[in-house]
C-alpha cells in the first residue's frame, strides 16, 4: 500500500516540544561545551560574580563554578525544534546541535540554516520521497511547508521559469552524508514535474526524464565504491544539467565529472573496496564467460588490485546491481560491443595489479616473472604481447636527437602499469560519461536548465595529501562562492528594507588562502614548476614552499614538533582553512601532479586492433619536444582548468544550497556524535554561513508580529484603539532600551542583532509570569473569601440550629404546649372554607374570561373567513387581469408581426412605385420625342405638300409613309395610357397600405 501524506507528515514535521515557557521562567539557561558524543550540557546559571559564575548541570544536579565566556546561552522555548536555524536568537554551537539533535531524533532529518538544507543521513528509509509527497511540494513556497530536499527543487524550478535564469543546486558532504542520495532525489523531481506526457504511439518510447534516472545505475557501477563510511560512496564529483524547453518539460540532460578518485584502483584501505563494477563482473557474469572471453579466474581475491580491502560487501548486491546496470546500457542505446569491450578493458585493469617482475642481478632492469598475466593484459587490450612487454621494460626514449632503450627497474614497471591502468580507467568512465550524455541528447530546443552539483566536501585526515589538496580548494572556491552569494542577498534585503549598513563582502575573507594555493608563487604553481625539473623532488618542492612562504602569509604555518611527535606520516606545511587548519604532507606529490604515462604504450594502445580501444587513445600522437612543452599538462592544472569552468558555470547560474551530514560513524540511526557533527558544521560552511550572518542583523519580524508578541512589554505606553503595528513596534523598542546597533526599523519588518530577541523573549516571560503570578493572587484570595464567607455562613445557621433545638428540648414536656400541638390541625379547617371561596372567586373570573376569549375568537373568525373570501375574489380578478395580459401580449405580439409585415410590404411598394415612376419618366420621355417627331413629320408632311404642288411629284408613296407614321404614333400613345393606368393602381394600392398601418399602428 503505497504511503499517503498523513504517514509522511511524521517525518516533516517535528512534534510538539516538550519544554514551556514555564520551565524558562526566572531561570538563566545555558549551554556548557564538555566534549565526548554529547558535545554539550544543558545547565542553568546560579549566579555571576565577574567572569565566574556558579551553575548547576541539569542532567547530573552537579554545581560547577566555571569561566562565563564557556558558557552559551540557551534559545527560549519558542525556538524548540526551528525549522531555520537563522531564526535562532543565540547563534551559537551548542544551540544549533541541539536543534539538530532534537529534529533527528525525531526522525526529521532536514533543517534549514539561512541559505542552507541540511540533510542528517537517517540510515534508514522514511516515507518522505514519493509522488504523494512530490505533488505536496509543487509551487509551494519555502515557507509553506516543513523543510525538504522537494522544497530546494522546488523553488530552482519555479525560480527558472519565473526569472528566466539557470539554476545551480550545490550539494557537498562527507562520504556516507548522502549527497548522491539527495542527487537522485532532486533529479527524480525534476523527472517528475517535468515529465513530458506520452501519446499512445510513443508507449514504447524511453522518455527523457526515464534516461536521467537510468544513468546512475551506470555511474554508480563505474564511480562508486565502499568506504569506511559509506557502502556506496561516490569517488567522483559530477555536475547534473537538466534542460528544459519553452513548455517548461524536459528537453534533455547532460553531466559532467570533477575529481574522479583513480588512486583507489591500485590500493585500498582496509573496510574499503574497489568500484563496484569490478565485483558486478564476477557476480553477475557466467564463469564460462570470464574464463574464456574476459581471461578471468572466478575468485577477486585472486587480483591484488581488488583484495586490499573487503571484496563481500552485505548492503550491495551485486548480482542485482549487474543486472540494474545491464538494463541501463540497454536503455542508453549501449551496443553488445561496446559494452564487451569495456568488460575486456575492466578485466585488464585487474590483470596489470597480478603482473610480477624480478630484479635483473646484471643490470637495473628487470624481467616479467611469471608471463601469462601480461599475455592475458596484451590479448584483452589487442596488442601484440612481446611489443606490450618491450614497451614496459625497455621503452625507447629520446636523449637529444637520437632514440635510445632504457631499461626499467622494477618499481618504475609497477608505476607504469598502475598509470596505464589508472589511465585506461579514466578513458572509460570519460567514454561513458559521453555515451549517457549522447543517449540524454534529444535535439530538442532548450530553454533554461536545472544543474545539480554532486562533489566531496571538505576533508581533514590524520595524513592529507594531493588529492586532499585539489578537494579543499574547491570547497573553498564554493565556499566563497556561496559567501559572496549571501552578501548579495542580504545587500539586497537591506537595500529593499532601508536598512543603513556597511556592507561587508565575506567572499573576500577566502581570498588569501585561495591565493595561497593557486596564484603564482603559490602551492600549486609552484608544484607545476617543480615538476618541470628533472632533479627535482618532493623534498625540494617542499623546501621552496617553506622559504616563499612561512612566516610571510598569514594562511600559511609549519606544525610545531610538539604537534608531529608519533606520527607516521607527519604533515610538512598547514593551511588555515575556512573549515580549520589543515596539515598537508607532500609525498608523491611530484609523481601524482605530472601523472607520467608510458608514451611506448600509449601509442601501442592507439593502434590497437580493438576499435574500442583505439578510439579511447586516438589523442595520443607522439610528439616533438616543442609540442611535448606545449601539451604538457600536469593534474594541477587539468583540475583548475576544471575547476575555473565549473565556477564560471555557477556564477552565471542562481545557486541553491544542501549540505549532507554523517551523525555517526557507526551508521545507527537517531544516534548523533556531536563532534562529528560539528567538524562537518564547520567543514561544510554552516558554521561560517552562521558567524557570517552574526555580523548584521540576522533576525527580522514583521511588525504586525512583532506588535502582537512583545506589546505586553509596553503594554502602558501603547494607546488604546487602533494604532499602526510600526509604530507601536517603536514605542516597545524605545521603552525597552534598545540602541540604533541592536535594532534596526525597517520598511516592513524589525531588524535584530543576534541575541536581541533572546532578552525579549526573557523579558516576556518575565512580564508573564508577574502578570501570571498576580492574577493567580487575585485569583486565589476571591476563593479564599468565597470559602470563609461560606463558613461564616454556615457557623450562623449552626448556631441558629443549636438554640432550635435546645428550645424543643425546654418545649417538648409544657402542658400548653401539648394543647397547642393537638388545636393546630383544627386551626386549618377555618382556612380550608376561606380557601375555597378565594378558589371559586377565581374560577367565575376565569370563566368570565374564557368567554371573553371564546367571543374574540369568534369575532377573529369571522374576519378570518370575511378575509379569505376576499383573498379568493382578488386572486380570481388577478387571474383574469393575468389573462388579459397574456392576451393583449400575443395580440400586441400579433400586431407587430403583421407591422412588420406591412412594412415589408410598403417597402416592397415603395421599391415598385419608385421603379414605375423610373418607368413612367422613361415613358414620358419617349412621348416628348415622339411628339417632336410627329411635329417634325408634320413639318416634313407639309413641306412635301408644298414640294409636290410645286415639284407635282408622287403623292401616293408620300401618303402610305405619312400614313405608317401615324399608326406609329397611335401604337405608343397607347402604351402610354397602359403605363398611366399602372401608375394609377399602384398609387390606389400605396394609399390602402398606408391606411392599413395608421389603423394598425
Known amino acids: 500500500m503505497a504511503a499517503t501524506w498523513e504517514d509522511s507528515m511524521k517525518y516533516l514535521y517535528a512534534p510538539k516540544a516538550d519544554k514551556t515557557a514555564s520551565d524558562f521562567a526566572g531561570k538563566r539557561m545555558a549551554w556548557l561545551p564538555i566534549g565526548g558524543d554529547e558535545g554539550f550540557a544543558k545547565i542553568e546559571i546560579l549566579k555571576q560574580e565577574n567572569d565566574d559564575c556558579q551553575i548547576n548541570l541539569i542532567d547530573t544536579n552537579e554545581k560547577r563554578t566555571v569561566n562565563i565566556n564557556d558558557c552559551q546561552p540557551m534559545n527560549p522555548p519558542k525556538f524548540e525544534m526551528c525549522t531555520d536555524m537563522s531564526l535562532l536568537s543565540y547563534l551559537n554551537e551548542g544551540g544549533i546541535l541541539h536543534n539538530l539533535k532534537t529534529r533527528y531524533v525525531a526522525n526529521v532529518i532536514y533543517t534549514y540554516s539561512g541559505l542552507f538544507c541540511i540533510a542528517v543521513n537517517p540510515y534508514k528509509r522514511f516515507p518522505i520521497y514519493t509522488d504523494v509527497v512530490i505533488a505536496q511540494y509543487r509551487g509551494k513556497k519555502r515557507t509553506e511547508l516543513p523543510p525538504h530536499v522537494f522544497s530546494i527543487a522546488d523553488n530552482a524550478y519555479s525560480d527558472m521559469l519565473q526569472n528566466r535564469e539557470n539554476q545551480s543546486i550545490l550539494i557537498t558532504g562527507e562520504s556516507g552524508a548522502g549527497k548522491t542520495e539527495n542527487t537522485k532525489k532532486v533529479i527524480q523531481y525534476f523527472a517528475s514535474i517535468g515529465a513530458v506526457p506520452q501519446k499512445e504511439g510513443d508507449a514504447k518510447k524511453m522518455s527523457v526524464e526515464d534516461q536521467v534516472v537510468m544513468c546512475n545505475p551506470v555511474l554508480e557501477a563505474y564511480g562508486n565504491a565502499k568506504t569506511v563510511r559509506n557502502d556506496n560512496s561516490s569517488r567522483f564529483g559530477k555536475f547534473i544539467r537538466v ?128 608471463p601469462v598475466f601480461i599475455e592475458k593484459t596484451a590479448a584483452l587490450l589487442q596488442v601484440p604481447a612481446a611489443d606490450f612487454q618491450k614497451c614496459l621494460l625497455k621503452p625507447r626514449v629520446k ?35 559521453g555515451k549517457c550524455n549522447a543517449a540524454l541528447d534529444t535535439k530538442k530546443p532548450r530553454q533554461n536548465f536545472c544543474g545539480v552539483l554532486d562533489i566531496a566536501g571538505f576533508e581533514i585526515f590524520d595524513f592529507n595529501t594531493f588529492e586532499q589538496l585539489c578537494i579543499n580548494l574547491t570547497n573553498e572556491r564554493l565556499q566563497q562562492f556561496f559567501n559572496h552569494h549571501m552578501f ?307 457557623k450562623v445557621g449552626v448556631v441558629v440550629l443549636q438554640r432550635n433545638i435546645r428550645q424543643h428540648f425546654v418545649l417538648r414536656n409544657w402542658p400548653w404546649w401539648k394543647l397547642f400541638t393537638k388545636v393546630k390541625p383544627l386551626l386549618s379547617v377555618a382556612r380550608q372554607e376561606d380557601e375555597i371561596r378565594a378558589k371559586e372567586e377565581e374560577m367565575k373570573k376565569a370563566l368570565e374570561e374564557a368567554e371573553i376569549v371564546l367571543k374574540a375568537k369568534k369575532e377573529l373568525e369571522e374576519k378570518f373567513e370575511k378575509l379569505s373570501e376576499d ?46 415612376e423610373d418607368n413612367n419618366f422613361s415613358v414620358a420621355e419617349n412621348k416628348r420625342t415622339v411628339e417632336a417627331e410627329l411635329i417634325k413629320v408634320k413639318e416634313e408632311l407639309a413641306a412635301l405638300a408644298e414640294g409636290l404642288k410645286s415639284a407635282g411629284g408622287d403623292l401616293a408613296g408620300k401618303e402610305s409613309e405619312i400614313k405608317d407614321k401615324l399608326e406609329e404614333l397611335v401604337r405608343k400613345d397607347e402604351d402610354i395610357k397602359k403605363h398611366e393606368s399602372k401608375i394609377k393602381d399602384l398609387g390606389n394600392r400605396l394609399g390602402e397600405t398606408e391606411q392599413a398601418l395608421t389603423i394598425s399602428s
Not at 583507489?264 to 564460462?288: A, C, D, V
Open 871 to 916: 383573498r379568493m375574489k382578488i386572486q380570481s380578478e388577478l387571474e383574469k387581469e393575468r389573462q388579459a395580459a397574456i392576451d393583449a401580449e400575443n395580440l400586441c405580439f400579433t400586431l407587430e408581426t403583421k407591422q412588420k409585415e406591412l412594412e415589408e410590404e410598403n417597402n416592397e411598394l415603395i421599391d415598385r412605385i419608385e421603379e414605375e
Open 488 to 794: 548579495i542577498l542580504e545587500q539586497e534585503e537591506y537595500k529593499k528594507e532601508g536598512i543603513v549598513w556597511k556592507f561587508i563582502d565575506f567572499g573576500l575573507d577566502l581570498e588569501e588562502s585561495i591565493d595561497l594555493m593557486e596564484k603564482p608563487m603559490g602551492i600549486l604553481p609552484m608544484l607545476d614548476e617543480e615538476c618541470v625539473f628533472p632533479k627535482a623532488t618532493d623534498m625540494t618542492y617542499k623546501d621552496k614552499v617553506l622559504t616563499q612562504h612561512n612566516k610571510k602569509h598569514p594562511k600559511f604555518s609549519v606544525p610545531s614538533m610538539k604537534a608531529i611527535k608519533g606520527m607516521d606520516n607527519p604533515p610538512h606545511f598547514n593551511i588555515h582553512h575556512y573549515a580549520g587548519i589543515v596539515g598537508y604532507n607532500v609525498g608523491d606529490w611530484l609523481t601524482k601532479n605530472s601523472d607520467p604515462l608510458n608514451e611506448n604504450c600509449l601509442d601501442l594502445f592507439r593502434k590497437s586492433a580493438m576499435p574500442f580501444m583505439a578510439g579511447l587513445f586516438e589523442d595520443c600522437v607522439p610528439a616533438g619536444p616543442k609540442d611535448r612543452k606545449k601539451t604538457f599538462q600536469t593534474m594541477a592544472m587539468v583540475h583548475r582548468k576544471s575547476l575555473n569552468s565549473l565556477m564560471t558555470m555557477l556564477h552565471s547560474t542562481y545557486p541553491h544550497f544542501i549540505r549532507c551530514l554523517v551523525p555517526n560513524n557507526t551508521k545507527t540511526p537517531g544516534m548523533v556524535e556531536a563532534e562529528l557533527i560539528l567538524h562537518q558544521l564547520r567543514c561544510n560552511g554552516v558554521l561560517e554561513g552562521i558567524r557570517i550572518v552574526r555580523q548584521g542583523f540576522p533576525n527580522r519580524i514583521a511588525y504586525p508580529e512583532f506588535k502582537q508578541r512583545y506589546q505586553i512589554l509596553a503594554a502602558s505606553e501603547i494607546p488604546a484603539g487602533f494604532i499602526e503595528a510600526k509604530e507601536a513596534t517603536t514605542i516597545i523598542i524605545k521603552h525597552f532600551g534598545l540602541t540604533d546597533d541592536e535594532a534596526k526599523p525597517g520598511n516592513t519588518k524589525m531588524f535584530f542583532r543576534s541575541g536581541i530577541l533572546g532578552r525579549l523573549e526573557d523579558a516576556r516571560d518575565e512580564r508573564i509570569t508577574a502578570i501570571l503570578t498576580a492574577f493567580q493572587a487575585i485569583a486565589r484570595g476571591w476563593l479564599a473569601r468565597k470559602i470563609f464567607k461560606k463558613l461564616m455562613e454556615q
Open 243 to 370: 534542460h528544459f524547453g519553452k513548455d517548461a518539460k524536459l528537453a534533455s540532460a547532460d553531466i559532467e565529472y570533477y575529481l574522479l578518485e583513480k588512486a583507489r584502483l591500485t590500493y585500498q584501505n582496509p573496510e574499503e573496496r574497489n568500484f563496484h563494477i569490478f565485483y558486478q563482473i564476477f557476480k553477475g557474469l557466467t564463469q564460462e564467460y570470464q574464463k574464456n572471453t574476459l581471461l578471468l579466474d572466478v575468485d577477486p581475491n585472486n587480483y591484488k588490485f581488488l583484495s586490499n580491502g573487503d571484496v563481500e560487501v552485505k548492503s550491495q548486491d551485486d548480482i542485482e546491481l549487474w543486472k540494474e546496470n545491464e538494463e541501463a546500457m540497454l536503455i542508453l542505446n549501449f551496443s553488445p560491443d561496446e559494452k564487451e569491450s569495456i568488460l575486456k578493458l575492466m578485466s585488464a585493469c585487474m590483470l596489470f595489479g597480478n603482473i610480477t617482475l624480478k630484479q635483473n642481478k646484471r643490470d637495473e632492469g628487470c624481467e616479467i616473472e611469471n
Open 399 to 433: 636523449v637529444g636527437t637520437e632514440m635510445v632503450t632504457k631499461s626499467q627497474n622494477s618499481e618504475q614497471v609497477y608505476f607504469a602499469c598502475k598509470a596505464l591502468c589508472k589511465a585506461i580507467f579514466e578513458r572509460v568512465f570519460k567514454w561513458l560519461i
